[in-house]
């Protein structure tokens, strides 16, 4: 009796980390091509039907589309911390420069990790502001990031960047500009250095800055 039919062999692509979505943790994954053999005594002779190739967990043994190599929430936070201490160092570097003060580069990193709740700053996120941008620069910046920030924290980075120091006319315009290019209204930015001039002693952080992850969202919701 000949002894034929097919059966699905799975090919190994590669092997690697990935954040699972199921696990919600980083873990080893094989990307695998499954492809239908035709057999001859369990020999693969024929190369059959081809399937869609697809990550596994090696910890879960869920199956997802290559897509979920592109998900990374380290990788995402990773970008937003850099994105978010550029956006806050070079606006603490203007203010202070419209101020005639110059800011230490170890008091924005203090500044940095105290809006972002970090307890420390990637190298990679501190040479975000070691060289000042120019203004425009630092408006775009501001514009393409400052939704990583809640309102409140958008309010919290004006007000730990104009500090103590006694409003000029100068330094109300540029933080106007500043605001505007964050999506505030002029009459937002007046309300917030309003407040600040009553209350100079203490612009401390009240709640987290960052805008919640979609996790947070969706229990929250
Ligand atoms: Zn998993």
Same mark, same amino acid.
């Given at each position: 009796m000949i002894i034929w039919g097919s059966y699905v062999m799975n090919k190994e692509l590669k092997t690697g980390e990935f954040y699972c979505p199921h696990c919600s943790n980083p873990r080893s994954f094989i990307h695998k091509l499954p492809r239908r053999w035709g057999h001859l005594y369990w020999i693969p002779l024929i190369p059959m039907d081809k399937y869609d190739s697809y990550i596994e967990c090696q910890t879960c043994k869920k199956t997802y589309n290559?897509?979920? &190599?592109?998900?990374d929430p380290r990788r995402d936070k990773a970008a937003a911390e850099t994105n978010l201490s550029a956006l806050i160092g070079q606006i603490m570097i203007h203010v202070a420069h419209a101020q005639k003060t110059e800011l230490s580069a170890p008091s924005i990193t203090m500044t940095i990790k105290d809006v972002l709740g970090l307890e420390t700053l990637s190298p990679q996120a501190e040479e975000t502001y070691a060289v000042p941008m120019d203004k425009n620069a630092m408006l775009d910046l501001v514009r393409e990031h400052?939704? &990583?920030?809640?309102a409140k924290g958008q309010e919290i980075v004006l007000v730990k960047s104009v500090g103590a120091i006694p409003l000029t006319p100068e330094v109300g315009r540029l933080v106007g500009e500043i605001g505007a290019a964050m999506g505030m209204t002029a009459s937002h930015v007046n309300g917030v250095l309003a407040d600040l001039a009553q209350n100079p002693a203490a612009p401390h952080l009240v709640e987290p800055a960052l805008v919640p992850s979609q996790e947070q969202r969706a229990t929250s919701a």
């Open positions: 290559e897509q979920v &190599l592109d998900h400052a939704g &990583l920030l809640t």
